[in-house]
């Protein structure tokens, strides 16, 4: 089993940016597909981006949003530039030790993380 822990969240102006962290411990991580989901008031939770060796992101964040891991750290990062209301959202973080035929699938995730609340103001 595989514990994930997010951090970074916290409220931004439209236009800024933030780092989202998601340390993972329990397996070893190189071995891990991670992707960050997020999930609005009363709305679907919806894929965000994910990585393996590729990375993969949502139309509506491509662009604005880079993932990245760091196997020494055990660590997946997304950063988030040019920060939107609509981005709103409590952003978790997902683990699966099989790569996915679709990322967006949050089924096929078997490990997620407690979640961290960001929010943009207008």
């Not at 411990?25 to 008031?41: K, V």
């Not at 196997?71 to 699966?96: F, G, H, I, R, W």
Request: hydrophobic residues 40%; proline residues 2%; glycine residues 10%.
């Amino acid at each position: 089993q595989v514990q994930l822990v997010e951090s970074g969240g916290g409220l931004v102006q439209a236009g800024g940016s933030l780092r989202l962290s998601c340390a993972a411990s329990g397996r070893t991580f190189s071995w891990l597909h991670i992707a960050w989901f997020r999930q609005a008031p009363g709305q679907e939770r919806e894929f965000v981006a994910a990585i393996f060796w590729a990375t993969y992101y949502a139309a509506s964040v491509k662009g604005r949003f880079t993932i990245s891991r760091d196997n020494a750290k055990s660590t997946v990062y997304l950063q988030m530039n040019s920060l939107k209301p609509e981005d709103t959202a409590v952003y978790y973080c997902a683990a699966v030790d099989i790569p996915l035929s679709n990322y967006g699938e949050d089924d096929k995730y078997n490990s997620w993380g407690q979640g961290t609340q960001v929010t943009v103001s207008s």
